[in-house]
T-cell receptor, first 116, second 113 residues
């Protein structure tokens, strides 16, 4: 399989601050990465598709100005939660699309965000 | 109609039994089918993928695909308590219909010792 890392794994911040989450594909290049959020005992919710060198595509209902996505290289995508509020507290998970053999998604370990 | 449908469960099986997880999908042009396992508080982990009709075996896991019925399943033989998790079915559409991935909501499996 392929390895995808996320950093940080856990973050606690005050309301109103911004938080950046990094997603890296460690052993392959990923032109496409995905950002999901998941609430406890709920299913994955796709937030946006991150494309290297172009603007991210956001799902309906996801505020692009609040969740800034930058895919500056073939191995790194970042999600910045701007002006975070307690309702943004969630488990954020990225995945990277691996096209080397088969078109497959591999997930990072996730980032647990708590906004106080 | 949802792209990918799974029975949310919970599904309970005794240790050593076969667990059968099922998934249906709506787009007949879908090409690739995936099973992920997600432990509570963790991110999904790819278990298997299948592209062709029939069975694909990997250790205790067998994926079964029936494109005519638009049905994919995962069998777990000799179930262990460590198999207790939520299993996500994912489907990738073909290039003619967007090439996108769609995930089911997951089936919760509990293996009882």
């Amino acid at each position: 399989g392929a390895v995808v890392s996320q950093h940080p794994s856990r973050v606690i911040c005050k309301s109103g601050t911004s938080v950046k989450i990094e997603c890296r594909s460690l052993d392959f290049q990923a032109t496409t990465m995905f950002w999901y959020r998941q609430f406890p005992k709920k299913s994955l919710m796709l937030m946006a598709t991150s494309n290297e060198g172009s603007k991210a595509t956001y799902e309906q209902g996801v505020e692009k100005d609040k969740f800034l996505i930058n895919h500056a290289s073939l191995t790194l995508s970042t999600l910045t939660v701007t002006s975070a509020h307690p309702e943004d507290s969630s488990f954020y998970i990225c995945s990277a699309r691996d096209l080397r053999l088969y078109d497959t998604q591999y997930f990072g370990p996730g980032t647990r965000l708590t906004v106080l | 109609q949802k792209e990918v449908e799974q029975n949310s469960g919970p599904l309970s099986v005794p240790e050593g039994a076969i667990a059968s997880l099922n998934c249906t999908y709506s787009d007949r042009g879908s090409q690739s089918f995936f099973w992920y396992r997600q432990y509570s508080g963790k991110s999904p982990e790819l278990i298997m993928f299948i592209y062709s009709n029939g069975d694909k075996e990997d250790g205790r896991f067998t994926a079964q695909l029936n494109k005519a019925s638009q049905y994919v399943s995962l069998l777990i033989r000799d179930s262990q308590p460590s198999d207790s998790a939520t299993y996500l079915c994912a489907v990738k559409r073909g290039p003619n219909t967007g090439n996108q991935f769609y995930f089911g909501t997951g089936t919760s499996l509990t293996v009882i010792p």
